[in-house]
């Protein structure tokens, strides 16, 4: 029996876009690390006040070993305590949305006093909110 090869054909546009796309988990990866990376050093007051949060689990086996440790679905990426204020930062790409659980998530922590953000891949939204919050 020969085996039948498929043969495809890839326009240059096409070509173009698979090089360029990335991954949504990664896009946010990187302009959280950029965020955190200039927060420790232009602002280094922010250094154990700000911390990230890995709640995404890589397959439902480590799902249900993180949900047993504490893991709660929705909770923001970055928190921040400041002044005895609670903060949430939850970073997207520029299309990115809430999803249910973290819109369920938001409206928790605001019924106790803490000040949700959403930043979409906006470096200078995110500097601008460090520096309200250390200047309050």
Not at 25 to 36: D, G, L, T, W
Not at 72 to 84: C, R
Not at 92 to 100: D, F, N, R
Request: charged share 25%.
């Amino acid at each position: 029996m020969q085996r039948q090869t498929a043969i495809v054909t890839i326009t240059p546009a096409q070509q173009q876009a698979i090089r360029e796309k990335k991954p949504r988990v990664y896009a946010e990866a990187s302009f959280q690390a950029k965020c955190i990376f200039w927060a420790h050093n232009e602002r280094p007051e922010t250094e154990d006040h700000i911390w990230a949060i890995n709640n995404n689990s890589k397959n439902k086996r480590e799902g249900a070993k993180n949900k047993a440790l504490g893991v709660i679905a929705g909770v923001s990426d970055l928190q921040m305590f400041w002044k005895n204020q609670f903060y949430c930062l939850e970073m997207k790409t520029v299309t990115g949305s809430l999803s249910t659980a973290q819109k369920k998530w938001r409206l928790k922590m605001e019924a106790h006093g803490a000040i949700y953000y959403k930043i979409n891949e906006d470096f200078e939204m995110f500097k601008s909110i460090i520096d309200k919050i250390l200047e309050s």
